[in-house]
């Protein structure tokens, strides 16, 4: 089998995802059943089938792995979920929030007897990576919201317990710790950029250069993976490329060995990881550079897709949970694209016709895109579709950005060479942002991905991508079969968005206490703020873009106007915001917080019409939404609303329980047909995020928002 660690690494890939969707049970028997069939088949055809059947046994393995991980590391942490529980260890991280509050993270000794990595909010002190740290609270389980999916992203990393309620919390100074020192360099740095570089340039430059996005504005970073260019935010094999050219440069041409050359190119490697935070997908990189460049000690020649297979075994071996992680997929996909399906294509195209470097460049983003979009459909809301134009002109520009920031990382940001360099770096980041945000702001430079339709589409086109790489024969019908599948389901992605649909959806979203209603068919919107002014923004937003929604008709602000309003303004940059209604007694509120038209509305009430709908807003905090014949109500524990009346589906957004007040009689006094949300059967409110669809007859059909 030629590429033995190619397709190994790649089937044991498969069993290992394949085994973070099914349960411990499932995942066992699938296992049994392929090693079964990988032992019948060799005992039976012998050779002929043993590349088979090495392929059967490492998807096997997978599967395997990340069962057994799941029953004895993962179980045997939560197992504390909802206890009081004391933890020692060493912190290996914290992150600052305002409010001086800190999120810790601690790996160390759950009462005394099992060994976990657990997070844990805290008054901000002067602890520091390496201190020995001792903390008491009841320890809480991870889970998913609509906004963030914590559970996922941090089982990932290893952190399956968050402390809540801590009641101790102490800690002690260690004399040295190189991942304190690494970290101590990397604020140093940090402070040198942003003293010597206007805010918003300073944090594209922090994202490239460190993976650390947090301090670019929401919308800037939507632009900026609009345009094409998020994967540069995500430290991986560019930035180790651009790292490891730079010091063989130099190394190379020392008069040593080539066993001390290549020593010395992995101490800057290594380096560079811990200041990249040691994320998955640098990690990888770290690897592959690792292969490529220790081919030469053996006097070998590098593949980059056997590298890759050895370095997914690598990394997920002691770490299965990794395989749900965005960037560490994402990083896999976009080598694959680039190190193997690029050259493979590029190959056959220059039997026929020469390619010049430009055209080799789009060829290879073109794949990256086309191999990454499946990956992209399980973690984002949206993915580019100009990323091959785009980054022939952005990407350039971002390297120079690199090479200037790690020769402010050799220099030690010391002024001399910091100065002029971030200088340069500062009209390479205003560039980028100004193209990002031209590029970005084009309706057809991105397909938003929450719809059925395209999920559905995209599914079939991977599984058909993955049959025809199996099935057929020749590298070359192999490649173009997989590739047509997925730009098939690419086009059509794109193409659903603007075919018509006179549907109209009511969807309220809720985070904590505070909900909202949108109200919207395939392009435009209406929201509603029902509830805790503006605390549900976040999802809102989330939501429309996942929808494909660019236009906002009308923000209906039905309490706490001083604080959504400026909230909303702020979340809806990016939107085409027709019309703010707020209450009359806050209408002083509008000149100062809100660029759109405002409009004061009186206590009693209105109505305002769009496509196919209407949204009537009562007194008492009561909404009904009209369509094709269909009536919604939703309001308030203290809304008052006639029996007298009957509604498709009724939804109370805030109460208490249904058998102490009068709302138990209401809901008793509607149609049969009216459709209630319930939770703990007791209560008549919105539990979860829930979307109820009007179709064109009248119909109405609902189900949660995941």
């Known amino acids: 089998m030629k590429r033995k660690m190619a397709y190994i690494g790649s089937f044991y890939l498969i069993g290992l995802f394949s085994a973070s969707f099914l349960s411990g049970g499932c995942s066992t028997a699938v296992a ?143 004399d040295f710790s190189f991942r304190r020192s690494v970290n101590n360099y990397r604020e140093h740095i940090l402070k040198v950029i942003n003293s010597e570089m206007e805010s918003d340039c300073a944090a594209v430059m922090t994202a490239m250069l460190f993976g650390d996005k947090s301090a670019i504005d929401s919308s800037e970073k939507t632009l900026m993976y609009r345009a094409g260019i998020g994967h540069i935010m995500a430290v991986s094999g560019v930035h180790l490329s651009v790292v490891c050219s730079f010091f063989w440069f130099v190394i190379s041409r020392l008069p040593i060995n080539r066993y001390f050359r290549f020593g010395l190119l992995m101490v800057p490697v290594l380096c560079f990881v811990m200041l990249a935070g040691m994320s998955n997908s640098v990690i990888r990189a770290a690897i592959m550079i690792a292969l490529v460049y220790g081919a030469g000690l053996f006097r070998r020649r590098a593949d980059t897709f056997n590298s890759l297979g050895i370095a997914v075994i690598l990394l997920t071996a002691a770490s299965p949970f990794a395989v749900r992680d965005a960037s560490f997929l994402l990083s896999v996909a976009g080598v694959f694209g680039i190190g193997v399906a ?72 010391l002024a001399f060479a910091a100065v002029p360099v971030l200088t340069v770096c500062g009209f390479c980041c205003r560039a980028v942002i100004v193209i990002s945000e031209f590029i970005g702001r084009l309706r057809f430079s991105y397909i938003p991905l929450g719809s059925d339709f395209v999920r559905t589409v995209n599914i079939i086109a991977a599984v058909a991508a993955m049959l025809s790489m199996l099935l057929f024969g020749g590298k070359k019908r192999r490649i173009f079969l997989s590739a047509g599948a997925l730009v098939m389901a690419m086009l059509l992605s794109g193409v659903y968005r603007y075919i018509p649909d006179r549907n109209i959806t009511v969807a309220l979203l809720k985070d904590g206490s505070s909900v909202t209603a949108v109200i919207h068919d395939k392009n435009s919107a209406c929201i509603v703020d029902l509830k805790k002014g503006g605390g549900a923004a976040g999802s809102v937003v989330k939501y429309l873009n996942k929808s494909g929604i660019y236009k906002v008709e009308a923000v209906i602000l039905n309490t706490d106007a001083n604080t959504s309003l400026p909230v909303y303004t702020n979340s809806l940059k990016l939107f085409d915001t027709e019309m703010i209604l707020i209450p009359e007694e806050s209408i002083s509120l509008a000149d100062s917080c809100s660029s ?111």
Do not use: Q
């Open 596 to 706: 759109a038209e405002t409009v004061g509305y009186s206590s009693d009430g209105g109505c305002i019409g769009s496509n196919g709908y209407t949204v009537s807003f009562l007194s008492g905090g009561v909404i009904v939404v009209n369509a094709s014949g269909a009536d919604i109500i939703m309001y308030g524990s203290d809304s008052e609303i006639s029996t007298e009346s009957s509604y498709s589906a009724a939804v109370r957004y805030s109460g208490k329980s249904a058998e102490n007040d009068a709302d138990a009689d209401i809901i008793a006094a509607m149609d049969d047909g009216a459709e209630v949300l319930v939770k703990k059967g007791n209560r008549v409110f919105i539990g979860e995020n829930v979307k109820f669809v009007i179709y064109r007859d009248g119909k109405l059909s609902s189900e949660e928002i995941k």
């Open 342 to 413: 690029a050259p493979a294509i590029t190959v056959e195209i220059e039997k026929k016709h020469r390619l010049g470097n430009t055209a080799r460049s789009f060829i290879a983003s073109a794949c990256v895109m086309v191999v990454v979009f499946p990956v992209t459909l399980l973690f984002f809301d949206e993915v580019s579709v100009v990323s091959p134009l785009s980054n022939l002109i952005l990407l350039p520009i971002c390297t120079v950005i690199l090479v200037c920031g790690i020769i402010v990382m050799l220099t030690g940001g």
């Open 32 to 174: 049994a059943a392929l090693a079964l069939s990988a032992v019948s088949a060799a005992a039976v055809y012998g050779k002929r089938y043993a590349n088979a059947a090495v392929c059967l046994l490492s998807a096997a393995l997978g599967l395997l792995l990340y069962a057994g991980y799941e029953r004895l590391i993962y179980d045997n942490v939560v197992k504390y979920d909802g206890y009081d529980v004391k933890i020692t260890g060493k912190l290996l991280d914290f992150s600052e929030y305002s409010g001086d509050i800190t999120l810790y993270t601690v790996k160390g000794v759950i009462n005394g007897d099992v060994s976990a990595e657990v997070s844990f909010w805290a008054d901000s002190s002067n602890a520091e990576i390496g201190d020995e740290i001792s903390v008491v609270g009841k320890a809480a389980a991870l889970k998913d919201s609509y906004t963030f999916p914590a559970k996922s992203y941090y089982k990932a990393k290893g952190i399956y317990l968050r402390l809540n309620k801590v009641s101790d919390f102490s800690y002690s100074h260690t």
